[in-house]
Protein backbone atom coordinates (compact mmCIF):
# COMPACT_ATOMS: atom_id res chain seq x y z
CA UNK A 1 0.00 0.00 0.00
CA UNK A 2 0.83 3.04 -1.63
CA UNK A 3 -1.47 5.60 0.31
CA UNK A 4 0.39 7.58 2.62
CA UNK A 5 -2.14 8.62 4.74
CA UNK A 6 -2.50 4.59 5.35
CA UNK A 7 1.25 4.39 5.84
CA UNK A 8 1.44 6.81 8.48
CA UNK A 9 -1.35 5.59 10.00
CA UNK A 10 0.27 2.15 10.63
CA UNK A 11 3.46 3.62 11.25
CA UNK A 12 2.28 6.08 13.97
CA UNK A 13 0.04 2.85 15.13
CA UNK A 14 2.97 0.79 16.14
CA UNK A 15 4.68 4.15 17.77
CA UNK A 16 1.54 4.13 20.15
CA UNK A 17 1.59 0.31 20.80
CA UNK A 18 5.49 0.62 21.34
CA UNK A 19 5.36 3.89 23.50
CA UNK A 20 2.09 3.27 25.53
CA UNK A 21 1.26 -0.69 24.97
CA UNK A 22 -0.33 -2.58 23.24
CA UNK A 23 -4.35 -1.48 24.04
CA UNK A 24 -3.35 1.39 22.07
CA UNK A 25 -2.39 -0.01 18.82
CA UNK A 26 -5.55 0.55 16.91
CA UNK A 27 -6.51 4.24 18.64
CA UNK A 28 -7.30 6.67 15.27
CA UNK A 29 -3.85 8.66 15.05
CA UNK A 30 -6.27 11.53 13.10
CA UNK A 31 -3.74 11.98 10.43
CA UNK A 32 -4.93 14.93 7.75
CA UNK A 33 -2.98 16.46 5.30
CA UNK A 34 -2.20 20.18 6.84
CA UNK A 35 -0.83 23.01 5.52
CA UNK A 36 2.55 23.34 7.26
CA UNK A 37 3.80 19.67 6.15
CA UNK A 38 2.52 16.80 4.17
CA UNK A 39 0.18 15.97 7.38
CA UNK A 40 -0.56 16.44 10.72
CA UNK A 41 -1.27 13.54 13.35
CA UNK A 42 -3.23 14.68 16.26
CA UNK A 43 -3.79 12.20 18.02
CA UNK A 44 -1.53 13.21 21.16
CA UNK A 45 -3.79 15.83 22.05
CA UNK A 46 -6.71 13.15 22.13
CA UNK A 47 -5.16 10.44 24.03
CA UNK A 48 -3.16 12.91 26.32
CA UNK A 49 -6.33 12.76 28.74
CA UNK A 50 -6.54 9.00 28.90
CA UNK A 51 -2.58 8.47 29.47
CA UNK A 52 -2.86 11.21 31.97
CA UNK A 53 0.16 13.42 30.61
CA UNK A 54 0.59 16.42 28.99
CA UNK A 55 0.04 16.29 25.11
CA UNK A 56 3.52 17.57 24.03
CA UNK A 57 4.99 15.07 26.36
CA UNK A 58 3.11 12.11 24.56
CA UNK A 59 3.28 13.76 21.04
CA UNK A 60 7.30 13.91 22.10
CA UNK A 61 7.46 9.63 22.82
CA UNK A 62 5.43 9.27 19.86
CA UNK A 63 8.15 10.98 18.15
CA UNK A 64 10.98 9.42 19.57
CA UNK A 65 9.29 5.95 18.38
CA UNK A 66 8.91 7.62 14.69
CA UNK A 67 12.69 7.52 14.70
CA UNK A 68 13.13 5.08 11.54
CA UNK A 69 11.09 6.94 9.48
CA UNK A 70 11.21 8.14 5.88
CA UNK A 71 10.31 11.95 6.69
CA UNK A 72 10.89 14.25 9.34
CA UNK A 73 8.47 14.55 12.39
CA UNK A 74 8.16 17.68 14.41
CA UNK A 75 6.08 18.52 17.34
CA UNK A 76 4.44 22.08 16.99
CA UNK A 77 2.12 23.55 19.18
CA UNK A 78 0.18 22.29 21.86
CA UNK A 79 0.98 18.73 20.42
CA UNK A 80 0.47 18.65 17.43
CA UNK A 81 3.29 16.23 15.21
CA UNK A 82 3.73 17.68 12.23
CA UNK A 83 4.83 15.12 9.20
CA UNK A 84 6.89 15.60 5.90
CA UNK A 85 7.84 12.91 4.11
CA UNK A 86 11.23 12.44 2.07
CA UNK A 87 11.14 13.09 -1.45
CA UNK A 88 13.29 9.70 -1.68
CA UNK A 89 10.33 8.18 -0.28
CA UNK A 90 7.59 9.28 -2.25
CA UNK A 91 9.83 8.79 -5.39
CA UNK A 92 10.49 5.35 -5.30
CA UNK A 93 6.13 4.63 -4.17
CA UNK A 94 5.47 6.81 -7.32
CA UNK A 95 7.55 4.24 -8.79
CA UNK A 96 6.03 1.50 -7.24
CA UNK A 97 2.52 2.85 -8.23
CA UNK A 98 3.59 3.43 -11.85
CA UNK A 99 4.63 -0.15 -12.37
CA UNK A 100 1.26 -1.26 -10.73
CA UNK A 101 -1.84 -1.94 -13.63
CA UNK A 102 -3.74 -1.39 -10.90
CA UNK A 103 -2.06 2.14 -10.01
CA UNK A 104 -2.19 1.12 -6.26
CA UNK A 105 -5.54 0.25 -5.65
CA UNK A 106 -5.85 -3.04 -3.74
CA UNK A 107 -8.67 -5.75 -3.38
CA UNK A 108 -11.24 -5.86 -0.66
CA UNK A 109 -10.23 -8.79 1.92
CA UNK A 110 -12.44 -10.54 2.28
CA UNK A 111 -14.38 -9.86 -0.60
CA UNK A 112 -18.04 -9.54 -0.04
CA UNK A 113 -21.38 -9.99 -2.46
CA UNK A 114 -22.56 -6.51 -2.69
CA UNK A 115 -26.41 -6.46 -4.08
CA UNK A 116 -26.67 -3.02 -6.09
CA UNK A 117 -30.58 -1.89 -6.48
CA UNK A 118 -30.40 0.65 -9.13
CA UNK A 119 -32.00 2.72 -12.07
CA UNK A 120 -35.51 0.63 -11.58
CA UNK A 121 -37.72 2.70 -14.00
CA UNK A 122 -41.33 1.92 -13.92
CA UNK A 123 -42.64 0.35 -17.18
CA UNK A 124 -45.83 1.59 -16.91
CA UNK A 125 -44.33 5.22 -17.64
CA UNK A 126 -41.31 6.24 -19.48
CA UNK A 127 -38.35 6.58 -18.11
CA UNK A 128 -37.74 9.85 -16.28
CA UNK A 129 -34.97 12.30 -15.56
CA UNK A 130 -35.29 10.80 -11.98
CA UNK A 131 -34.17 7.81 -12.93
CA UNK A 132 -31.15 9.29 -14.08
CA UNK A 133 -29.71 9.71 -11.02
CA UNK A 134 -30.13 6.28 -9.06
CA UNK A 135 -28.39 5.03 -12.64
CA UNK A 136 -25.30 6.81 -12.83
CA UNK A 137 -24.19 7.14 -9.33
CA UNK A 138 -25.50 3.17 -8.82
CA UNK A 139 -23.25 2.20 -11.67
CA UNK A 140 -20.54 3.95 -10.87
CA UNK A 141 -20.73 1.95 -7.47
CA UNK A 142 -20.97 -1.61 -9.21
CA UNK A 143 -18.01 -0.61 -10.98
CA UNK A 144 -16.44 0.76 -7.44
CA UNK A 145 -17.01 -2.80 -6.05
CA UNK A 146 -16.37 -4.67 -8.82
CA UNK A 147 -12.64 -3.38 -8.88
CA UNK A 148 -12.21 -3.80 -5.74
CA UNK A 149 -12.73 -7.68 -6.10
CA UNK A 150 -15.78 -7.83 -4.69
CA UNK A 151 -18.68 -10.07 -6.35
CA UNK A 152 -21.52 -7.41 -7.73
CA UNK A 153 -24.82 -8.04 -8.61
CA UNK A 154 -26.65 -5.75 -9.96
CA UNK A 155 -30.56 -5.92 -9.66
CA UNK A 156 -32.43 -3.61 -12.19
CA UNK A 157 -35.73 -3.19 -9.89
CA UNK A 158 -38.34 -2.37 -12.59
CA UNK A 159 -41.62 -1.37 -12.01
CA UNK A 160 -43.01 -3.76 -14.30
CA UNK A 161 -46.18 -5.14 -12.51
CA UNK A 162 -49.78 -3.91 -10.71
CA UNK A 163 -53.00 -2.66 -11.38
CA UNK A 164 -52.16 -0.03 -14.23
CA UNK A 165 -50.85 -3.47 -16.34
CA UNK A 166 -54.88 -4.19 -16.87
CA UNK A 167 -55.26 -1.18 -18.69
CA UNK A 168 -51.82 -1.16 -20.28
CA UNK A 169 -52.50 -4.38 -22.09
CA UNK A 170 -56.17 -3.25 -23.35
CA UNK A 171 -54.53 0.00 -24.41
CA UNK A 172 -52.02 -2.59 -26.25
CA UNK A 173 -54.84 -4.52 -27.69
CA UNK A 174 -57.11 -1.62 -28.71
CA UNK A 175 -54.24 -0.18 -30.86
CA UNK A 176 -52.31 -3.41 -32.08
CA UNK A 177 -49.37 -4.77 -31.13
CA UNK A 178 -47.22 -3.77 -33.92
CA UNK A 179 -48.04 -0.11 -33.51
CA UNK A 180 -48.01 -0.61 -29.61
CA UNK A 181 -44.28 -2.08 -30.08
CA UNK A 182 -43.14 0.54 -32.36
CA UNK A 183 -44.66 3.19 -29.95
CA UNK A 184 -43.11 1.86 -26.62
CA UNK A 185 -39.96 1.16 -28.47
CA UNK A 186 -39.57 4.97 -29.66
CA UNK A 187 -39.52 5.94 -25.88
CA UNK A 188 -43.21 7.22 -26.34
CA UNK A 189 -44.44 5.44 -22.73
CA UNK A 190 -45.65 8.47 -21.36
CA UNK A 191 -47.98 9.29 -24.26
CA UNK A 192 -48.71 5.26 -24.16
CA UNK A 193 -49.87 5.66 -20.85
CA UNK A 194 -51.68 9.10 -20.82
CA UNK A 195 -53.86 7.57 -23.96
CA UNK A 196 -54.71 4.29 -21.77
CA UNK A 197 -55.00 6.29 -18.72
CA UNK A 198 -57.62 8.58 -20.81
CA UNK A 199 -59.53 5.74 -22.09
CA UNK A 200 -59.63 4.27 -18.37
CA UNK A 201 -61.47 7.29 -17.06
CA UNK A 202 -63.64 8.34 -19.99
CA UNK A 203 -65.29 4.54 -20.47
CA UNK A 204 -67.46 1.71 -18.35
CA UNK A 205 -66.29 -0.66 -21.09
CA UNK A 206 -62.59 -0.51 -20.96
CA UNK A 207 -62.27 0.17 -16.90
CA UNK A 208 -64.51 -3.30 -16.79
CA UNK A 209 -61.82 -4.86 -19.02
CA UNK A 210 -58.70 -3.71 -17.52
CA UNK A 211 -60.26 -4.45 -14.46
CA UNK A 212 -60.84 -8.07 -15.77
CA UNK A 213 -57.12 -8.15 -17.31
CA UNK A 214 -55.25 -7.38 -14.36
CA UNK A 215 -56.93 -10.37 -12.30
CA UNK A 216 -56.14 -12.58 -15.80
CA UNK A 217 -52.43 -11.49 -15.45
CA UNK A 218 -52.62 -12.32 -12.10
CA UNK A 219 -54.17 -15.60 -12.55
CA UNK A 220 -51.17 -16.49 -15.03
CA UNK A 221 -53.59 -16.57 -18.04
CA UNK A 222 -51.16 -17.20 -20.77
CA UNK A 223 -52.32 -15.45 -23.33
CA UNK A 224 -52.24 -11.82 -20.82
CA UNK A 225 -49.27 -13.12 -19.83
CA UNK A 226 -47.70 -13.19 -23.57
CA UNK A 227 -49.17 -9.52 -23.78
CA UNK A 228 -47.65 -8.56 -20.94
CA UNK A 229 -44.32 -9.36 -22.61
CA UNK A 230 -45.13 -7.96 -26.04
CA UNK A 231 -45.13 -5.18 -23.95
CA UNK A 232 -42.30 -5.40 -21.16
CA UNK A 233 -40.03 -6.34 -24.18
CA UNK A 234 -40.61 -3.37 -26.56
CA UNK A 235 -40.38 -1.20 -23.19
CA UNK A 236 -36.74 -2.74 -22.06
CA UNK A 237 -35.56 -2.63 -25.29
CA UNK A 238 -36.17 1.32 -25.31
CA UNK A 239 -34.41 1.20 -21.79
CA UNK A 240 -31.43 -0.87 -23.11
CA UNK A 241 -31.27 2.30 -25.73
CA UNK A 242 -30.74 4.70 -22.90
CA UNK A 243 -28.38 2.65 -20.95
CA UNK A 244 -26.18 1.94 -24.05
CA UNK A 245 -26.05 6.06 -24.69
CA UNK A 246 -25.18 6.89 -21.24
CA UNK A 247 -22.67 3.10 -21.42
CA UNK A 248 -24.01 1.76 -18.30
CA UNK A 249 -23.52 -1.63 -17.66
CA UNK A 250 -26.97 -2.69 -16.69
CA UNK A 251 -27.93 -5.87 -19.01
CA UNK A 252 -31.09 -8.28 -19.29
CA UNK A 253 -29.31 -10.66 -16.86
CA UNK A 254 -29.56 -7.55 -14.23
CA UNK A 255 -33.28 -7.27 -14.29
CA UNK A 256 -35.28 -8.28 -11.47
CA UNK A 257 -37.98 -6.61 -11.79
CA UNK A 258 -41.55 -6.23 -9.08
CA UNK A 259 -43.00 -9.13 -11.73
CA UNK A 260 -40.16 -11.25 -10.45
CA UNK A 261 -41.29 -11.65 -6.81
CA UNK A 262 -45.29 -11.97 -7.49
CA UNK A 263 -45.29 -16.18 -6.78
CA UNK A 264 -43.42 -15.32 -3.56
CA UNK A 265 -45.85 -12.42 -2.39
CA UNK A 266 -48.29 -15.39 -0.65
CA UNK A 267 -45.90 -16.98 0.78
CA UNK A 268 -43.79 -14.03 1.97
CA UNK A 269 -46.98 -12.55 3.80
CA UNK A 270 -48.30 -16.30 5.46
CA UNK A 271 -44.37 -16.61 6.93
CA UNK A 272 -44.06 -12.97 8.33
CA UNK A 273 -48.15 -13.53 10.10
CA UNK A 274 -46.87 -16.93 11.26
CA UNK A 275 -43.92 -15.20 13.08
CA UNK A 276 -46.16 -12.73 14.69
CA UNK A 277 -44.15 -10.45 12.69
CA UNK A 278 -46.99 -9.30 10.60
CA UNK A 279 -50.88 -8.43 11.84
CA UNK A 280 -54.38 -7.82 10.54
CA UNK A 281 -55.21 -4.09 11.03
CA UNK A 282 -58.58 -3.08 9.34
CA UNK A 283 -58.73 -5.81 7.23
CA UNK A 284 -54.74 -5.28 5.69
CA UNK A 285 -51.67 -7.24 6.71
CA UNK A 286 -49.18 -4.81 8.55
CA UNK A 287 -46.08 -4.60 10.08
CA UNK A 288 -45.47 -2.57 12.96
CA UNK A 289 -41.56 -1.78 13.54
CA UNK A 290 -41.28 -0.32 16.26
CA UNK A 291 -40.32 3.34 16.37
CA UNK A 292 -42.19 4.51 13.79
CA UNK A 293 -44.97 6.93 14.31
CA UNK A 294 -47.43 9.24 12.53
CA UNK A 295 -48.40 12.24 12.66
CA UNK A 296 -51.10 11.10 15.22
CA UNK A 297 -48.30 9.46 16.84
CA UNK A 298 -49.89 6.16 16.37
CA UNK A 299 -47.69 3.48 14.93
CA UNK A 300 -47.24 3.37 11.56
CA UNK A 301 -48.17 0.38 9.42
CA UNK A 302 -45.68 -1.19 6.74
CA UNK A 303 -48.63 -2.58 4.77
CA UNK A 304 -47.86 -6.04 3.18
CA UNK A 305 -51.14 -6.94 1.93
CA UNK A 306 -53.46 -4.14 1.65
CA UNK A 307 -57.34 -5.31 2.62
CA UNK A 308 -58.60 -5.99 -0.78
CA UNK A 309 -56.01 -8.85 -0.96
CA UNK A 310 -53.65 -7.07 -3.12
CA UNK A 311 -49.94 -6.56 -3.05
CA UNK A 312 -47.94 -3.74 -2.83
CA UNK A 313 -44.40 -1.77 -3.43
CA UNK A 314 -43.59 -2.72 0.04
CA UNK A 315 -44.84 -6.62 -0.16
CA UNK A 316 -42.48 -6.66 -3.33
CA UNK A 317 -39.81 -5.26 -1.24
CA UNK A 318 -39.87 -7.50 1.63
CA UNK A 319 -39.74 -10.75 -0.50
CA UNK A 320 -37.19 -9.04 -2.33
CA UNK A 321 -34.53 -8.51 0.65
CA UNK A 322 -35.25 -11.83 1.81
CA UNK A 323 -34.22 -13.16 -1.78
CA UNK A 324 -31.24 -10.86 -1.54
CA UNK A 325 -29.91 -12.40 1.47
CA UNK A 326 -30.79 -16.10 1.51
CA UNK A 327 -30.30 -16.88 -2.27
CA UNK A 328 -27.83 -14.34 -3.45
CA UNK A 329 -25.65 -14.79 -0.23
CA UNK A 330 -25.21 -10.68 0.39
CA UNK A 331 -23.11 -9.01 2.97
CA UNK A 332 -24.27 -5.68 1.38
CA UNK A 333 -27.28 -4.24 -0.12
CA UNK A 334 -27.23 -0.81 -1.78
CA UNK A 335 -30.62 0.23 -2.22
CA UNK A 336 -29.64 3.83 -4.78
CA UNK A 337 -33.35 4.82 -4.87
CA UNK A 338 -34.82 8.71 -4.50
CA UNK A 339 -34.40 10.10 -0.85
CA UNK A 340 -38.55 10.55 -1.08
CA UNK A 341 -38.60 6.96 -0.08
CA UNK A 342 -36.36 6.85 2.97
CA UNK A 343 -38.98 6.18 5.28
CA UNK A 344 -40.32 3.34 2.79
CA UNK A 345 -36.85 1.62 2.95
CA UNK A 346 -36.23 2.11 7.13
CA UNK A 347 -39.36 0.61 7.78
CA UNK A 348 -38.68 -2.30 4.95
CA UNK A 349 -35.25 -3.00 7.17
CA UNK A 350 -36.83 -2.84 10.41
CA UNK A 351 -39.57 -5.07 9.11
CA UNK A 352 -36.59 -7.41 7.74
CA UNK A 353 -34.78 -7.51 11.00
CA UNK A 354 -37.88 -8.02 12.47
CA UNK A 355 -38.71 -11.10 10.65
CA UNK A 356 -34.84 -12.29 11.54
CA UNK A 357 -34.47 -11.96 7.36
CA UNK A 358 -31.59 -9.47 7.62
CA UNK A 359 -28.96 -10.64 10.05
CA UNK A 360 -26.55 -8.14 11.50
CA UNK A 361 -23.79 -9.81 9.25
CA UNK A 362 -25.43 -8.50 6.57
CA UNK A 363 -25.79 -4.59 5.76
CA UNK A 364 -28.70 -2.76 4.40
CA UNK A 365 -28.42 0.60 2.98
CA UNK A 366 -30.25 3.66 1.41
CA UNK A 367 -27.83 5.01 -0.90
CA UNK A 368 -30.59 7.96 -1.07
CA UNK A 369 -30.54 10.28 -4.12
CA UNK A 370 -31.70 13.97 -4.45
CA UNK A 371 -33.84 15.09 -6.42
CA UNK A 372 -33.14 16.87 -9.76
CA UNK A 373 -33.99 20.34 -9.75
CA UNK A 374 -35.07 22.68 -12.58
CA UNK A 375 -33.25 26.22 -12.73
CA UNK A 376 -36.36 27.69 -10.91
CA UNK A 377 -35.59 25.85 -7.85
CA UNK A 378 -38.48 22.89 -7.88
CA UNK A 379 -38.70 19.47 -9.62
CA UNK A 380 -36.86 19.63 -13.55
CA UNK A 381 -40.05 19.74 -16.00
CA UNK A 382 -40.59 21.02 -18.94
CA UNK A 383 -42.36 24.42 -19.34
CA UNK A 384 -45.58 22.50 -20.10
CA UNK A 385 -45.05 21.05 -16.63
CA UNK A 386 -44.28 17.13 -18.37
CA UNK A 387 -41.27 15.24 -16.85
CA UNK A 388 -38.83 15.58 -19.71
CA UNK A 389 -37.80 12.82 -21.50
CA UNK A 390 -34.08 11.32 -20.90
CA UNK A 391 -33.17 10.49 -24.34
CA UNK A 392 -34.25 14.42 -24.93
CA UNK A 393 -31.98 15.07 -22.36
CA UNK A 394 -29.40 13.20 -23.49
CA UNK A 395 -29.64 14.33 -26.96
CA UNK A 396 -29.21 18.14 -26.40
CA UNK A 397 -26.36 18.22 -24.11
CA UNK A 398 -24.64 16.10 -27.03
CA UNK A 399 -25.87 18.85 -29.45
CA UNK A 400 -24.61 21.82 -27.01
CA UNK A 401 -21.42 19.66 -26.71
CA UNK A 402 -20.87 19.63 -31.03
CA UNK A 403 -21.62 23.25 -30.91
CA UNK A 404 -18.62 24.12 -28.34
CA UNK A 405 -16.40 22.38 -30.45
CA UNK A 406 -18.13 23.20 -33.31
CA UNK A 407 -14.45 25.85 -34.72
CA UNK A 408 -11.90 22.79 -33.84
CA UNK A 409 -11.49 21.53 -37.37
CA UNK A 410 -12.83 17.77 -36.58
CA UNK A 411 -14.06 16.10 -39.48
CA UNK A 412 -17.58 15.73 -39.07
CA UNK A 413 -17.14 11.91 -37.60
CA UNK A 414 -14.77 12.65 -35.08
CA UNK A 415 -16.05 15.65 -34.49
CA UNK A 416 -19.81 13.60 -33.46
CA UNK A 417 -17.51 10.90 -31.46
CA UNK A 418 -16.08 13.79 -29.30
CA UNK A 419 -19.34 15.45 -28.99
CA UNK A 420 -21.01 12.06 -27.97
CA UNK A 421 -18.62 11.66 -24.81
CA UNK A 422 -18.32 15.15 -24.08
CA UNK A 423 -22.16 15.18 -23.81
CA UNK A 424 -22.60 12.13 -22.01
CA UNK A 425 -19.58 12.51 -19.89
CA UNK A 426 -20.85 16.26 -18.65
CA UNK A 427 -24.15 14.86 -17.77
CA UNK A 428 -22.61 11.91 -15.75
CA UNK A 429 -20.23 13.71 -13.98
CA UNK A 430 -22.64 16.38 -12.89
CA UNK A 431 -24.93 13.47 -11.35
CA UNK A 432 -21.54 11.82 -9.42
CA UNK A 433 -20.21 15.64 -8.18
CA UNK A 434 -22.37 16.48 -5.61
CA UNK A 435 -22.86 14.29 -2.91
CA UNK A 436 -25.66 11.65 -4.02
CA UNK A 437 -28.19 12.77 -1.32
CA UNK A 438 -28.07 16.67 -2.03
CA UNK A 439 -30.69 17.94 -4.58
CA UNK A 440 -28.86 20.01 -7.61
CA UNK A 441 -29.65 22.37 -10.25
CA UNK A 442 -29.76 20.43 -13.76
CA UNK A 443 -27.81 23.41 -15.88
CA UNK A 444 -26.61 22.93 -19.37
CA UNK A 445 -23.98 25.85 -19.47
CA UNK A 446 -22.32 24.74 -15.89
CA UNK A 447 -22.20 20.84 -16.91
CA UNK A 448 -20.74 21.53 -20.17
CA UNK A 449 -18.06 24.18 -18.83
CA UNK A 450 -14.50 23.40 -19.83
CA UNK A 451 -13.44 24.93 -16.01
CA UNK A 452 -14.46 23.48 -12.89
CA UNK A 453 -15.02 20.38 -11.40
CA UNK A 454 -16.59 19.46 -14.46
CA UNK A 455 -17.00 16.17 -16.91
CA UNK A 456 -15.30 18.24 -20.08
CA UNK A 457 -12.51 19.81 -17.65
CA UNK A 458 -11.47 16.00 -16.80
CA UNK A 459 -11.32 14.74 -20.31
CA UNK A 460 -9.52 17.64 -21.35
CA UNK A 461 -7.18 17.03 -18.54
CA UNK A 462 -6.93 13.56 -19.54
CA UNK A 463 -6.71 14.42 -23.67
CA UNK A 464 -4.18 17.02 -22.64
CA UNK A 465 -1.54 14.44 -21.13
CA UNK A 466 -2.43 11.61 -24.28
CA UNK A 467 -0.84 14.87 -26.43
CA UNK A 468 1.88 15.63 -24.68
CA UNK A 469 2.69 11.95 -25.56
CA UNK A 470 1.76 12.13 -28.66
CA UNK A 471 4.00 15.07 -29.21
CA UNK A 472 7.15 13.88 -27.52
CA UNK A 473 6.65 10.96 -29.15
CA UNK A 474 6.30 8.62 -26.47
CA UNK A 475 3.68 5.87 -25.77
CA UNK A 476 2.49 6.33 -22.04
CA UNK A 477 3.03 2.69 -21.59
CA UNK A 478 6.25 3.30 -22.57
CA UNK A 479 7.20 6.08 -20.25
CA UNK A 480 10.08 5.50 -18.01
CA UNK A 481 9.80 4.00 -14.60
CA UNK A 482 11.60 6.76 -12.72
CA UNK A 483 9.65 9.63 -11.09
CA UNK A 484 12.54 12.44 -9.85
CA UNK A 485 10.96 15.22 -8.11
CA UNK A 486 13.10 18.78 -8.58
CA UNK A 487 10.21 20.91 -8.23
CA UNK A 488 7.88 21.90 -5.71
CA UNK A 489 4.93 21.28 -8.22
CA UNK A 490 6.23 17.83 -9.20
CA UNK A 491 6.62 16.73 -5.42
CA UNK A 492 2.58 18.01 -4.38
CA UNK A 493 1.47 16.01 -7.69
CA UNK A 494 3.41 12.91 -6.88
CA UNK A 495 2.21 12.99 -2.99
CA UNK A 496 -1.66 13.13 -3.86
CA UNK A 497 -1.02 10.65 -6.79
CA UNK A 498 -0.61 8.11 -3.97
CA UNK A 499 -3.26 8.48 -2.12
CA UNK A 500 -5.13 7.50 -4.94
CA UNK A 501 -5.65 3.34 -3.51
CA UNK A 502 -6.54 4.81 -0.43
CA UNK A 503 -9.19 6.79 -1.63
CA UNK A 504 -11.01 4.21 -3.93
CA UNK A 505 -11.63 2.26 -1.21
CA UNK A 506 -13.18 4.82 0.86
CA UNK A 507 -15.18 6.21 -1.66
CA UNK A 508 -16.51 2.44 -1.58
CA UNK A 509 -16.59 1.37 1.67
CA UNK A 510 -18.97 5.12 2.19
CA UNK A 511 -20.85 4.85 -1.31
CA UNK A 512 -19.58 8.85 -1.86
CA UNK A 513 -18.32 8.75 -5.67
CA UNK A 514 -18.47 12.33 -5.59
CA UNK A 515 -15.17 12.16 -3.22
CA UNK A 516 -13.21 10.32 -6.51
CA UNK A 517 -14.20 13.07 -8.81
CA UNK A 518 -13.10 15.61 -5.74
CA UNK A 519 -9.92 14.01 -5.72
CA UNK A 520 -9.76 13.80 -9.76
CA UNK A 521 -10.22 17.25 -9.66
CA UNK A 522 -7.40 18.12 -7.81
CA UNK A 523 -5.41 15.80 -9.79
CA UNK A 524 -6.31 17.81 -12.70
CA UNK A 525 -5.18 21.26 -11.11
CA UNK A 526 -1.73 19.72 -9.85
CA UNK A 527 -1.29 18.85 -12.95
CA UNK A 528 -1.91 21.99 -14.11
CA UNK A 529 0.81 23.82 -12.28
CA UNK A 530 2.85 21.21 -13.18
CA UNK A 531 3.04 21.73 -16.53
CA UNK A 532 2.85 25.21 -16.43
CA UNK A 533 5.80 25.67 -14.39
CA UNK A 534 8.09 22.56 -15.18
CA UNK A 535 8.76 21.92 -19.17
CA UNK A 536 8.28 18.27 -19.87
CA UNK A 537 9.40 18.17 -24.22
CA UNK A 538 10.06 21.62 -25.04
CA UNK A 539 13.44 22.54 -26.17
CA UNK A 540 15.70 23.18 -23.70
CA UNK A 541 15.04 20.49 -21.03
CA UNK A 542 17.69 17.70 -20.86
CA UNK A 543 16.51 14.17 -21.84
CA UNK A 544 16.80 13.06 -18.11
CA UNK A 545 14.44 15.52 -16.96
CA UNK A 546 12.22 15.05 -19.81
CA UNK A 547 12.45 11.42 -19.16
CA UNK A 548 11.38 11.41 -15.86
CA UNK A 549 8.62 14.54 -16.23
CA UNK A 550 6.92 12.27 -18.29
CA UNK A 551 6.93 9.39 -16.26
CA UNK A 552 5.22 11.06 -13.87
CA UNK A 553 2.42 12.63 -16.77
CA UNK A 554 2.19 8.76 -17.45
CA UNK A 555 0.93 7.95 -13.63
CA UNK A 556 -1.35 11.46 -14.06
CA UNK A 557 -2.99 9.79 -16.84
CA UNK A 558 -3.25 6.69 -15.47
CA UNK A 559 -5.31 7.92 -12.21
CA UNK A 560 -6.93 10.05 -14.10
CA UNK A 561 -8.47 7.26 -16.60
CA UNK A 562 -8.61 4.91 -14.09
CA UNK A 563 -10.88 6.99 -12.38
CA UNK A 564 -12.63 8.42 -14.75
CA UNK A 565 -13.46 4.61 -15.57
CA UNK A 566 -14.82 3.86 -12.26
CA UNK A 567 -17.35 6.82 -12.55
CA UNK A 568 -18.38 5.55 -15.90
CA UNK A 569 -17.31 8.84 -17.67
CA UNK A 570 -15.98 8.13 -21.09
CA UNK A 571 -12.71 9.68 -21.98
CA UNK A 572 -12.54 10.65 -26.09
CA UNK A 573 -8.61 9.91 -27.41
CA UNK A 574 -8.10 13.71 -28.23
CA UNK A 575 -10.70 17.02 -27.79
N1 LIG B 1 -39.37 1.68 -9.41
C1 LIG B 1 -39.14 2.45 -8.23
C2 LIG B 1 -39.33 3.93 -8.54
O1 LIG B 1 -39.20 4.34 -9.67
C3 LIG B 1 -37.75 2.25 -7.65
C4 LIG B 1 -37.44 0.86 -7.15
C5 LIG B 1 -36.25 0.86 -6.23
N2 LIG B 1 -35.92 -0.41 -5.70
C6 LIG B 1 -36.60 -1.08 -4.76
N3 LIG B 1 -36.15 -2.23 -4.35
N4 LIG B 1 -37.70 -0.58 -4.24
O2 LIG B 1 -39.60 4.70 -7.63
Not at 345 to 361: C, I, K, S, Y
Request: some cysteine; hydrophobic content about 40%.
Amino acid sequence: MTDPQIVLTERVQQALAHAFGSEYADADPLIRPSQFADFQANVALSLAKRLRRAPREVAEAIRTELSGFPGTVEVSGPGFLNITLDDSWIESEAARMLDDPRAGVGFATPPQTVVVDYSAPNAAKEMHVGHLRTTIVGDSLARLHEHLGNTVVRQNHLGDWGTPFGMLIEHLLDIGEEAAVAQLEAGMGTEYYQAARSQFDGGEEFKVRSRKRVTMLQSGDPETLRLWHVFMDATITYFNKVYGILGVTLTDADIAGESMYNPLLEKTCRDLEAAGVAVLSEGALCVFPPGFTGSDDKPLPLIIRKSDGGYGYASTDMAAIRYRVEDLKSDRMLYVVGADQALHFRMVFAAAELAGWLPDTVSAEHVQIGMMLGKDGRRFKTRSGESIKLMDLLQEAVDRAAAAIADRGYDDATRAEIAQAVGIGAVKYADLAVSHDSEYVFDYDRMLGFNGNTGPYMQYATARIRSIFRRAGVAPADASDRIVLGHPAERALALHLLGFGGLVEQVTTLSEPHRLCAFLFETASLFSTFYEECPVAKDGVDAETKAHRLALCALTLRVLETGLDLLGVPVPERM
